[in-house]
């Protein structure tokens, strides 16, 4: 699966969040100011929350016995989510969150390889690609120049991301018997069915109006699934 073959740069605004620790979603970061600086502020918790979970995702494929380079890569992406974090941070004018605080919150670890597979077929090859290609989007139609370049530097880091969660999807599917891959494509398929009701409740505002670099609006949204969705019908992963 390339995450970037089924992007088309036409006329929408999109932005996103990949692989996140949901016990983090809850961070606050109270940011008086414009609505752009609030957006940037949730971008900013969402980033934050990616570190743990990219943390946790090292430890699960090293206690699975995965192959150490795809530990390596997931301590590479919990970097990359650090470096994120300090951008949105400076771009929303709010103090960086500390590290120290995620491990307050730590995510619940799959228990076996089955959950595993599951959790990366819909955390990491559908949530986390599509949010790879929503920021490549994004990156292309921002505005503004200094948000067109945090968010280029985020899209760059979030393609390999997505790119991981697949060759992950690789390395564990083949491990699991028939009945477990059929499973791990359910959770494929349930992913795509829950992005789809999440981006079509996006609220549908022009770019002018926007509170964010490129919001989201359903129709756009709506048009960037569907072509992600094609691309894995043509590809051998089947949804």
């Given at each position: 699966?390339?995450?970037?073959?089924s992007v088309c740069l036409g006329p929408i605004d999109c932005s996103g969040a990949g692989r996140v620790a949901r016990s983090q979603l809850g961070l606050a970061?109270?940011?008086?100011?414009?609505?752009r600086s609030r957006w940037w502020a949730q971008m900013t918790a969402l980033e934050f929350a990616a570190i743990t979970a990219f943390e946790e995702l090292a430890a699960d494929l090293e206690r699975l016995g995965a192959p150490a380079d795809l530990v390596?890569?997931?301590?590479?992406?919990a970097q990359d989510e650090r470096d994120h974090t300090r951008m949105c941070a400076t771009m929303a004018g709010v103090p960086v969150p500390s590290d120290a605080s995620s491990a307050e919150h730590r995510p619940q670890r799959?228990?076996?390889?089955?959950?595993?597979?599951?959790?990366?077929?819909?955390?990491?090859?559908?949530?986390?690609?599509?949010?790879?290609?929503?920021?490549?989007?994004q990156s292309h139609r921002a505005r503004d120049p200094k948000a067109r370049a945090v968010l280029r530097r985020i899209a760059d880091d979030e393609v390999r991301h997505?790119?991981?969660?697949?060759?992950?999807?690789?390395w564990a599917t083949q491990r699991l018997s028939s009945r477990g891959k059929q499973q791990v494509r359910r959770s494929?398929?349930?992913?795509?069915?829950?992005?789809?009701?999440?981006?079509?409740?996006?609220?549908?505002?022009?770019?002018?109006?926007?509170?964010?670099?490129?919001l989201p609006n359903a129709r756009g949204r709506q048009q960037l699934?569907?072509?992600?969705?094609?691309?894995l019908a043509r590809s051998r992963a089947r949804v």
């Open positions: 699966m390339c995450i970037r073959d970061l109270t940011v008086p100011g414009t609505p390596r890569r997931a301590l590479d992406a799959a228990a076996s390889l089955l959950e595993f597979a599951r959790v990366n077929a819909a955390e990491g090859c559908i949530r986390e690609s599509f949010a790879a290609l929503e920021a490549l989007v997505g790119q991981l969660s697949w060759d992950i999807d690789d494929r398929r349930a992913a795509v069915r829950r992005t789809w009701t999440s981006v079509s409740r996006s609220p549908t505002c022009s770019l002018p109006s926007d509170p964010a670099p490129g699934l569907q072509g992600f969705v094609r691309e």
